[in-house]
């Protein structure tokens, strides 16, 4: 759906601005601003003029989660198929997130909770304020993580962490996320913004057509042996080898000037 209010979408200087949007309810799902989250995505994905995806919060929270006044289960008549709203309305934009070979940035405001926190870390590159706390809620109400969680936790974290976050639901602080590995850098609240900003924009106008090989190639090493990343090495090289951004970053610095990159 285009055209929500959930998510408000801005294009600057190649930059695809994608900001959830329901700060009083600390920018939780529902429905609406799920179709808007994908609709932002598929957008990057379609259009070149989109260099780099930058998600953040509205108000004083991130996301936190799956809207739970939604679907209230007082009030259904029969148990709720939470498996059709992942396959559906989840997991569609994880893998969007995923499969965009441009850098997606998060910027954590505030508050990421449960499928929200999630949601973060499955993007690239995740700036959070210092305040802003990731809190794997799901156990508190008697669900599983979801939204890749279960996937990337235990990857970065190992098990231990990972079992401990996920059954606990102990809030974790950005500063200590930053120094496990889950997210990139803890900065001051204040800089946020500007931080997170200042990333995207230089990725914008950087060679984007490698940046998204890369993100291809890290993406694969989970899965692959080390034959198989070294072919895929190899084939990615030969395909950045190609592109008109190589030629240019070669040439700007033999040039001693700035490259001007076009993504191709
Ligand atoms: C909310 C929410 C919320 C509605 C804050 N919904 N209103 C689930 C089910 C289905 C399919 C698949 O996947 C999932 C995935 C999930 O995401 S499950 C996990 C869902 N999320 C949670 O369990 C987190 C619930 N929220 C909280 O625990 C707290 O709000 C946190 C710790 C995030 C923040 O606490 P505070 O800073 O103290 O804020 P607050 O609780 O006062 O919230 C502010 C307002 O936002 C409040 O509304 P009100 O009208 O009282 O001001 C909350 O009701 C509302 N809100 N989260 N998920």
Known sequence: ??????????????VLRLTLNRPDKLNSFNEEMHHALRAGIQRAHDEAAVRAVLLTGAGRGFCAGQDLGDRDPRKATEAPDLGKTLETLYNPTLRLIRSLEKPVICAVNGVAAGAGAN????CDIV?????????????????????????????ILGEPRAKALTMTAE????????????????????RLEEEAMALATGFASGPTKGLGLTKRAIQAAGTN????????????????GRSADYAEGVAAFLEKRKPDFKGR
């Not at 949601?119 to 499955?122: M, S």
């Not at 809030?171 to 204040?190: F, Q």
């Not at 042996?225 to 950045?240: K, V």
Request: glycine share 10%.
């Open 1 to 14: 759906m285009s055209g929500s209010d959930t998510v408000l979408v801005a294009l600057e200087g190649g």
């Open 171 to 190: 809030p974790l602080g950005a500063e200590k996320a930053a120094d496990w590995g889950l997210i990139w850098k803890a900065v001051d609240d204040d």
């Open 119 to 122: 949601i973060a870390f499955a």
């Open 225 to 240: 042996s080390l034959d198989q990343q070294l072919d895929l090495e190899r084939d990615l090289q030969r395909e950045a």
């Open 127 to 155: 700036l959070a304020a210092k305040s802003a706390r990731f809190i794997q809620a799901f156990s508190k109400i008697g669900l599983v993580p979801d939204a890749g969680g279960t996937w990337n936790l235990t990857r």
